[in-house]
Nanobody, 116 residues
């Protein structure tokens, strides 16, 4: 079983920056893809950014150029650096680690609020 612990959320002003962290237990992290999702009130959960085990990345159009996903396999950790934050980035952000359909894990979520 893999447990994911997110940290780094909170309140930030429009245009500010914030870094989210996700730390995984267990030994599969380095083999798995990692992603950040977010869910705003009244909306469906959406993919924000994803990084494969070999470092390939992809981003939602809404965050391209502003957010950067990274990982440190030696620390079993992943990160989401968020710059130029906007009120529409306000959401609960979730870390996901995916190895197979049966080995798919989620963090508890961390609230990010961007004030205008």
């Amino acid at each position: 079983q893999v447990q994911l612990v997110e940290s780094g959320g909170g309140l930030v002003q429009y245009g500010g920056s914030m870094r989210l962290s996700c730390t995984a237990s267990g030994s599969i992290f380095r083999l798995a893809a990692m992603a950040w999702y977010r869910q705003a009130p009244g909306k469906e959960r959406e993919l924000v950014a994803r990084i494969t085990n070999d470092g390939s990345t992809n981003y939602a159009d809404a965050v391209k150029g502003r957010f950067t996903i990274s990982r440190d396999n030696a620390k079993n950790a992943g990160y989401l650096q968020m710059n130029s934050l906007k009120p529409e980035d306000t959401a609960v952000y979730y870390c996901n680690v995916h190895l197979t359909a049966y080995r798919d894990y989620w963090g508890q979520g961390t609230q990010v609020t961007v004030s205008s």
